[in-house]
């Protein structure tokens, strides 16, 4: 159900999107006074209150969600020259939205119009209707989340139990070098229904943290083979692939210390540790390899950070030393993203049989985008990842087939 939410709120008309926005709102606090006033470009106006503050909202399927932001902005100024009272303007609509360019939106409205401006966007419509207004999902978009949620318990169920064994290092984690460790996990929505594949030699073999390239000799472990980059008692990093399709992915590399600072390698030129990056390439090795055995639909995914309170994020050092302030820093123990759906994308094994044909590496960084934005938001970094441009593109570290 939350893969068809997805696709629904993707997908929506302008005349879909009118109508969810009344009941959205009033679930977001919100009074609202409807205008029954539509546009060609699948705009509405509704009159709008939270607090003390009053206004229109809009809504939109635009793409150029800029432009529309700015038009809507330009009537609603109209209106207040003729003498209604404005300090909110609401953007309602179904694209997605960076952070650093909800905040700059932010900025421009209020400089040009004293005026707060509030933006729900893709994650916004689908993060509420999941959680507070799963009836308005049903009755527009004809979704029914109720009956999703026990699917995500037995998913959140299956984490823990992972989660658990990674923390305490039992069974083959056992081996797992000490200190914190960053967690990827793909989880196919099928997976409470079984094994996808009757026997663990018949798994692709699991990549190498932080590669493309498939382990020539993995290990097997119950139900699943797993891949460690040391072949010695103690490792800094693994891979696991279950018969059911679970991939797991853990390392301890990007964490280090220095003189009692604890920091996390991310992008830096010159390491060959690099969190993020790292984390994009493993995920696409993962999808390829569930691609491998039947998962061709929706995967979720999700990061978790374990051992992290004080450590911090080793970018701008130097813009924070000369302003003589402290490093943003993680301030708990433990951070798990949300869950978000992944498609399986293409890609295939090269002829030796271990090297994949990466077709499109910056879909992987598009799909992980709010992941990575999530934890970097949590490290302190209210904008998220600095290696994600205005229009969500990747600006960081390249990969290569020879990583």
């Known amino acids: ?11 929506m008309s302008g005349s879909q999107l009118e109508k969810l926005l009344p009941g959205f709102l009033r679930a977001r606090g919100y009074e609202v006074r409807e205008t029954n006033r539509t546009g060609k470009d699948g705009g509405v106006d509704a009159y709008v209150s939270l607090g003390d503050a009053s206004g229109i909202a809009h809504a939109s399927v635009r793409q150029d969600w800029r432009r529309k932001l700015r038009d809507d902005a330009s009537k ?123 026997r663990v030699e018949d798994l692709p073999n699991p990549p190498i943290w932080g590669h493309l390239t498939g382990a020539h000799s993995p290990y097997m472990n119950g139900d699943a083979k797993y891949c460690t980059n040391a072949r010695s008692e103690t490792f800094p990093s693994y891979t696991y692939l279950r018969t059911d399709g679970l991939f797991e992915a853990v390392t301890t590399t990007p964490f280090g210390k220095n003189e009692g600072d604890k920091f996390i390698f991310n992008n830096n030129q010159g390491r060959r540790v690099w969190l993020d990056r790292d984390l994009a390439l493993t995920a696409k090795a993962g999808l390829n390899r569930l691609q491998k055995i039947g998962f061709n639909g929706n995967i979720h995914a999700v990061i978790t950070l374990i051992g992290i309170d004080g450590f911090r994020m080793t970018v701008e050092s130097r813009t924070y030393e000369l302003a003589g302030i402290d490093y943003p820093r993680f301030k708990s123990e433990k951070y798990q993203t949300r869950m978000v759906d992944t498609p399986v994308s293409a890609g295939d094994y090269d002829h030796d049989g271990h090297r994949i044909v990466v077709e499109s590496h910056d879909m992987i960084y598009d799909c992980l985008e709010p992941l990575i934005t999530q934890y970097w938001q949590q490290a302190g970094h209210k904008d998220g990842c600095p290696y994600f441009d205005d229009d969500r593109d990747w600006i960081g570290p390249e990969y290569s087939e020879g990583t």
């Open 1 to 11: 159900m939350a893969d068809d939410l997805e696709y629904e709120v993707d997908n």
């Open 76 to 198: 609603v100024k109209d209106l207040e020259d003729d003498g209604k009272e404005i300090t909110l303007l609401v953007y309602f609509t179904n694209q997605s939205i960076t952070e650093p360019n909800i905040q700059e939106m932010n900025e421009e409205i209020m400089d040009e119009y004293d005026w707060r401006l509030e933006i729900f966007h893709k994650p916004s419509i689908i993060g509420t209707l999941e959680s507070d207004a799963p009836g308005l999902a049903y009755r527009y978009l004809d979704v029914d989340l109720n009956r999703d949620q026990d699917h995500l318990d037995e998913i959140q169920e299956i984490l823990s139990t992972r989660i658990d064994t990674i923390q305490s290092r039992d069974d083959f984690t056992g081996g797992l070098q000490p200190g914190p460790v960053a967690v990827l996990h793909l989880v196919p929505s099928g997976i409470a229904s079984g094994s996808s594949v009757e």
